[in-house]
Nanobody, 122 residues
Framework: QVQLVESGGGLVQPGGSLTLSCVAS????????MAWYRQSPGKQREHVAG???????TLSSPAKGRFTISRDNGKFTVWLQMNDLEPDDTAVYYC????????????????WGQGTQVTVSS
């Protein structure tokens, strides 16, 4: 059983910073990439940032210049450092483990966490 648990969300003022963490636990053999998505009320879930095992990073437009993604491959952990937050960043942030294998000979699958709420408001 694989679980992804996010933490670090909360209420922050505009211009503030937060760091989100996500830990994948359970029987894990490998994870190709880990990513952050977010979803605001009434909107579709959107990609924020992703990082592969080799360190290749993908940042979507809202994240460029303000957010940083990093990971610890050995601990199946990914972080999202968010700076200069704006009210439009208010959303539930979800962690995704992409192409995860719990054993070497199984088909890879994607897993999602339950999400952590980020609210940017004065």
């Amino acid at each position: 059983q694989v679980q992804l648990v996010e933490s670090g969300g909360g209420l922050v003022q505009p211009g503030g910073s937060l760091t989100l963490s996500c830990v994948a636990s359970g029987s894990i053999f490998s994870v190709a990439a880990m990513a952050w998505y977010r979803q605001s009320p009434g909107k579709q879930r959107e990609h924020v940032a992703g990082i592969t095992t080799s360190g290749q990073i993908t940042l979507s437009s809202p994240a460029k210049g303000r957010f940083t993604i990093s990971r610890d491959n050995g601990k199946f952990t990914v972080w999202l450092q968010m700076n200069d937050l704006e009210p439009d960043d208010t959303a539930v942030y979800y962690c995704k483990a992409e192409s995860l294998r719990w054993d070497y000979n199984v088909r890879p699958a994607d897993y999602w966490g339950q999400g952590t709420q980020v609210t940017v408001s004065s």
